[in-house]
């Protein structure tokens, strides 16, 4: 899926990737290729991102918001 992770001044990262787990505000859970549309709020906590070729990179967030559709993931996020 792409995924797009981006705070008010830059954008995070951009890429492709087969499993997303976050720090959602009532627990984390993860978002594989294909998931269902979804919108959420994150806590704060760590990103995980693991792309086609299984490296995993992590990105530490405050909050945010996760949105999924058509297999593109948006997280907008307060540093």
């Not at 830059?10 to 990737?17: D, L, S």
């Not at 087969?18 to 990103?47: C, S, W, Y």
């Not at 991102?49 to 909050?63: H, L, P, R």
Request: hydrophobic letters at 40%; proline letters at 4%; one cysteine or more.
């Amino acid at each position: 899926m792409k995924l797009n992770i981006i705070s008010p001044g830059k954008t995070i990262f951009t890429g492709e990737c087969k499993l997303l787990q976050v720090p959602g505000i009532n627990g984390g859970f993860e978002v594989l290729d294909r998931h269902a549309p979804i919108i959420a709020l994150l806590g704060k906590g760590t990103i995980k991102v693991q792309d086609t070729d299984n490296k995993e990179t992590f990105f530490d967030i405050g909050s945010g918001m996760l949105q999924v559709n058509r297999n593109k993931a948006v997280i907008l996020v307060n540093e």
